[in-house]
């Protein structure tokens, strides 16, 4: 099916409510696809709702727009769902904070489970990640405020025994800013951290290891600038790992990756390169199991007065290819972009848009490469 090329943009939250935020995005190895975002329950309201719908091949986007959680998510800058899928058992997560961290688990044609709650009094500016394999495992990473310490806790979910509780698996003076996971096919888990230490970031490591469970904490860079939403991990499919972010210092940002040479030991790697004449203010990056990776950012040109989405690719043989304008901004410009690729290579591209200059409420939209 892959070679129509990119769809038009189409607008996927539900018009008759507020404004829609922070969109997240996941696809199952056959195409189907499920996103889920935060937006008021009602115009003028002050309280979010987290909101799903799905998509299948052929027919597209269901017309009904599904609550991932009973009841009112509460007005918190915070209260957004995270989604990602645990293909093999046909299921997908959201973990979203309200005061406390919440899980619920979706069955497609079931609907989405009651919520678990995962960690209690969340005091944390760093929002929390999730990230599942294709038995169903999945596990969530989330920071916690104690007077000048943040820790960082992983809770690992079994389908046989659910959520298996909040281990702490690094400590760090300073603030976090960034968190990002992601699980390989055996159940390995790697966990990154941007670490602010009052100058610049620091980027740090943790992996578990299915049969010694967590490591101690590694470095990958220093004196970087790991902007908001900017971080991604993965696994290259030989065991080894990678992470991407969007680097900003000195006025000029960048796309930076590194990979892990040897186990604990790691080297950056060249690109990948933007277009000189747009300036990066929000990237999003995927990274598959078999080490390939996708980009997509959001970029103003020089004159600040539109944005437009780009996204650019890398695979193990080749490298980072050329950026291609996948959506040309006209007057608006986008943030909170998320990014996804199933086994067929088809990828599911959303994003939250608003009118430069405007007070308007922002809007979901959302691209697919067929």
Known sequence: MVGIGWTAAAHIDNPDRGNSDIPRVAMWPNGNGLMAWSQLDRPGSANKRATSRQYHPGPGWSTTFDGVAAGVVAADPNSFPTIVV??????AFALWPSVELHSSRLAPGVGWDAPAT????????????LATNEDGKAV????????????????????ASGWRGAEAIASFGGTL?????????????????AQYDGFSQNLWVNRYEVQTGWGTVKSVASGTGVMDEGISSGFDGSGGAMVVWLDSQAGATSLRTA????????????????????????????????????VTWSAFDRGQQQADVWINRYTTSSGWG?????????????????????????????????????????EVWSSRFE
């Open 259 to 294: 990979r892990e040479s040897s186990p604990g030991a790691w080297t950056m790697v060249t690109g990948p390169a933007g277009p000189a004449s747009t300036f990066p203010v929000v990237a999003r990056p995927f990274i598959d199991n078999r080490g390939n990776a996708i």
């Open 86 to 91: 645990a293909t093999a058992g046909n299921f």
């Open 118 to 129: 995962l960690s209690t009094s969340l005091v944390v500016r760093t929002p929390a990640k």
């Open 177 to 193: 800013s960034e968190i990002s996971a992601a699980m390989d096919p055996l159940g390995g888990i790697i966990a990154s951290f």
């Open 322 to 362: 050329t950026p291609e304008r996948v959506r040309h901004g006209a007057g608006t410009a986008q943030r909170h972009i998320a990014v996804v690729q199933d086994a067929f290579g088809r990828i599911t591209l959303i994003w939250e848009e608003y009118v430069v200059g405007s007070t308007s409420p922002g």
């Open 140 to 159: 969530a990473v989330f920071a916690q405020t104690f007077g000048t310490v943040e820790k960082v806790f992983a809770n690992r979910f079994e389908v």
